[in-house]
């Protein structure tokens, strides 16, 4: 049983696609257990079949185990009867905008959870509004969505899920489909809402993204082969090579710095880090001149 302080929990977690009535499609998890934190900022990286999408919809109950054990907040997924209460506390955004938006005005999509979660309309409209210019999207909320761009789409999803007082927002490759704007518009939401308390979990094939947060699980094959903080695991950068995924650009430079002979902590993953250190080397070797 999870303890208090995970919000979602798996142990031995296995889910497999079933083709048909008799073959099995294979095992997309295979026995993965794992925690998330309350308040924590999880990343989830892994390659194109590695299993991760599919366990951001199990961890939402879209998908149910047919193996293991998978709780949220407390709640056995694979009990249908508390479905609502799964979902309600972990929101879901989805890698394409157009497969979660329904409306055909802005406002009125983002309104849509809250009144299937049967809040009164007063609310809703007070939460559409905040969540809305919490996204930096409330001057369009008389927009068509199929007007807007790809990063807009996104936000507005996001603004959905946030408008439904999650404790934790799922987010299953958010940021795959837009540009670098986009990409970091995105992410710099994830990253206020977790500092405001929320629980993020981030599925993504975007190292720098990964580097950003606390925790990270790296999926390969179903399984779990390699979880830690982004400093334990991205300083296996040989062992991430071998399955053939990259490391963040700054874990990349910081080898090369080493390679020619300069001290740098291991504890370097992001461009910041490795910004903040140089400069501080810089301004330390002009004092001493």
Same mark, same amino acid.
Request: hydrophobic letters at 40%.
């Given at each position: 049983?999870?303890?208090?302080?995970?919000?979602?929990?798996?142990?031995?977690?296995?889910?497999?696609?079933?083709?048909? =009535?008799?073959?099995?499609?294979?095992?997309?998890?295979?026995?993965?257990?794992?925690?998330?934190?309350?308040?924590?900022?999880?990343?989830?990286?892994?390659?194109?079949?590695?299993?991760?999408?599919?366990?951001?919809?199990?961890?939402? @109950?879209?998908?149910?185990?047919?193996?293991?054990?998978?709780?949220?907040?407390?709640?056995?997924?694979?009990?249908?009867?508390?479905?609502?209460?799964?979902?309600?506390?972990?929101?879901?955004?989805?890698?394409?905008?157009?497969?979660?938006?329904?409306?055909?005005?802005? =406002?009125?999509?983002?309104?849509?959870?809250?009144?299937?979660?049967?809040?009164?309309?007063?609310?809703?409209?007070?939460?559409?509004? =905040?969540?809305?210019?919490?996204?930096?999207?409330?001057?369009?909320?008389?927009?068509?969505?199929?007007?807007?761009?790809?990063?807009?789409?996104?936000?507005?999803?996001?603004?959905?899920?946030?408008?439904?007082?999650?404790?934790?927002?799922?987010?299953?490759?958010?940021?795959?489909?837009?540009?670098?704007?986009?990409?970091?518009?995105?992410?710099?939401?994830?990253?206020?809402?977790?500092?405001?308390?929320?629980?993020?979990?981030?599925?993504?094939?975007?190292?720098?993204? @990964?580097?950003?947060?606390?925790?990270?699980?790296?999926?390969?094959?179903?399984?779990?082969?390699?979880?830690?903080?982004?400093?334990?695991?991205?300083?296996?950068?040989?062992?991430?090579?071998?399955?053939?995924?990259?490391?963040?650009?700054?874990?990349?430079?910081?080898?090369?710095?080493?390679?020619?002979?300069?001290?740098?902590?291991?504890?370097?993953?992001?461009?910041?880090?490795?910004?903040?250190?140089?400069?501080?080397?810089?301004?330390?070797?002009?004092?001493?001149?």
């Amino acid at each position: 049983m999870p303890k208090e302080s995970d919000i979602i929990r798996a142990d031995e977690l296995t889910f497999e696609y079933i083709t048909d =009535e008799s073959a099995a499609g294979g095992k997309a998890i295979d026995s993965v257990s794992f925690t998330v934190k309350r308040g924590s900022f999880t990343a989830i990286i892994g390659r194109n079949g590695s299993g991760k999408s599919t366990l951001a919809k199990n961890m939402n @109950a879209l998908l149910f185990p047919t193996g293991g054990k998978l709780w949220v907040d407390g709640y056995d997924t694979s009990n249908e009867e508390y479905l609502w209460d799964i979902r309600r506390c972990a929101a879901m955004v989805f890698q394409n905008p157009d497969n979660q938006l329904v409306s055909t005005i802005v =406002e009125d999509d983002v309104a849509f959870g809250p009144e299937n979660l049967g809040i009164t309309p007063g609310k809703i409209r007070d939460r559409v509004d =905040e969540a809305l210019k919490d996204v930096g999207m409330y001057e369009f909320r008389k927009k068509a969505p199929h007007l807007l761009s790809g990063g807009q789409k996104q936000r507005i999803a996001i603004a959905g899920a946030m408008a439904m007082h999650p404790d934790c927002i799922i987010m299953d490759e958010p940021t795959a489909m837009l540009d670098p704007k986009g990409r970091s518009a995105v992410l710099n939401i994830a990253h206020k809402l977790h500092r405001r308390g929320m629980t993020i979990v981030l599925i993504t094939h975007f190292m720098e993204e @990964a580097a950003t947060a606390d925790d990270v699980i790296i999926m390969d094959g179903g399984h779990i082969v390699m979880k830690g903080t982004p400093e334990e695991v991205f300083s296996r950068a040989d062992e991430l090579r071998a399955i053939n995924l990259d490391i963040p650009i700054a874990v990349r430079l910081a080898e090369h710095i080493r390679a020619a002979g300069i001290d740098l902590p291991k504890s370097i993953v992001t461009e910041d880090e490795l910004a903040d250190f140089i400069l501080k080397r810089t301004e330390t070797h002009d004092k001493g001149q």
